[in-house]
């Protein structure tokens, strides 16, 4: 049975023909006029050209994301998720950064999740059509039953995704803590959640195609979100991934390495060490520098919910605290 296509009015689609022609992120961009005539270095220098401004965009939004970065990390410090939800490039942008958290920072895979309309078959299959239906953008976060300990962010280049406010407005009357991760001001998106991040990043060089400036300035504002949190937590030491699993032979020599640098070991001792622990880099560096045994070490790491610095000053209080 054929899914029916909704009815529009033609005074509801000329009002959103008018919206989105406002909308900085929908204009033709003078830059790149005549680009289908362009030898191929032209049109890599156009897009270079026009990439090079996402970074200053992103710029302009470092005091919200900020905001954004204490938020999250307050909600997973408290057991908590940070859970994204986004439709077409910006669901896929989300998913990515998603999935990527548990391998990077050794986190439980349901401390940061995703939701993009369509579900997961969109990840590799056109499914924008769900991003027009509120109804379906509250019964997707409505599945994750967000509460005041969540942190809900929703990310559009326009800002006003049906699917995606909806869910938004959603999580916010159930307590979550709302945030909008959006390419144009004032928009409904960012009215609906507690705090709005806008990067204004203009045209695309392919007029309407936010895959480009407008996703990479999702990718980068998201990359800033995962990690800051992350870091605020305590799982990277410094600037070093030690949370890694060394699940390959590039990680576990990856892990070598990071010992390495964060112990002041050599190649052969930090092997050694590396070998002795277990293979869990978090429990070699503890061993390290608060000298004790792995039992100790692996205890430590569990009463700091896994946050290496911290473990190391419980390890070196001695076992009874």
Excluded: W
């Excluded at 689609?13 to 270095?41: F, H, I, P, Y």
Aim: aromatic share 2%; with cysteine; hydrophobic share 45%.
């Amino acid at each position: 049975m054929k899914r029916k296509a909704p009815k529009y009015k033609a005074k509801n689609r000329k009002a959103t023909s008018v919206e989105l022609r406002r909308l900085g992120t929908e204009k033709t961009n003078r830059a790149s006029a005549g680009l289908d005539q362009k030898s191929a270095l032209e049109i890599a220098r156009i897009i270079n050209r026009e990439d090079a401004k996402v970074a200053a965009a992103v710029k302009r939004a470092l005091r919200p994301i900020a905001q954004a970065i204490d938020l999250i990390a307050a909600a997973l410090s408290q057991g908590g998720r940070l859970i994204y939800v986004g439709t077409g490039t910006s669901g896929r942008i989300a998913a990515l950064d998603a999935v990527e958290c548990p391998p990077t920072f050794d986190v439980d895979p349901r401390m940061v999740q995703f939701i993009i309309a369509g579900g997961a078959k969109a990840l590799g299959a056109v499914g924008e059509a769900d991003e027009d239906s509120r109804a379906l953008g509250r019964k997707a976060i409505a599945k994750k039953k967000p509460t005041r300990k969540d942190v809900v962010v929703g990310i559009a280049a326009s800002g006003r995704t049906p699917f995606t406010v909806a869910a938004i407005e959603y999580a916010r009357a159930h307590g979550a803590v709302t945030v909008a991760v959006v390419c144009n001001p004032k928009s409904p998106l960012g009215k609906a959640a507690h705090l709005a991040i806008v990067a204004e990043v203009g045209a695309e060089v392919v007029a309407g195609s936010t895959r480009m400036k407008a996703g990479t300035a999702e990718k980068m504002i998201l990359n800033m979100l995962s990690t800051g949190a992350m870091a605020r937590l305590g799982y990277v030491y410094g600037n070093l991934m030690v949370n890694v699993s060394p699940e390959n032979s590039k990680l576990a020599e990856r892990g070598v390495g990071i010992l390495e640098k964060a112990a002041g070991l050599d190649h052969r001792a930090a092997r050694k060490l590396l070998a002795a622990a277990g293979g869990r880099v978090p429990v070699a560096l503890v061993m390290a520098k608060a000298g004790v045994s792995r039992a100790r070490a692996v205890a430590a790491l569990g009463r700091s919910q896994g946050q290496v610095r911290r473990a190391i000053v419980l390890a070196s209080l001695g076992p009874g605290l």
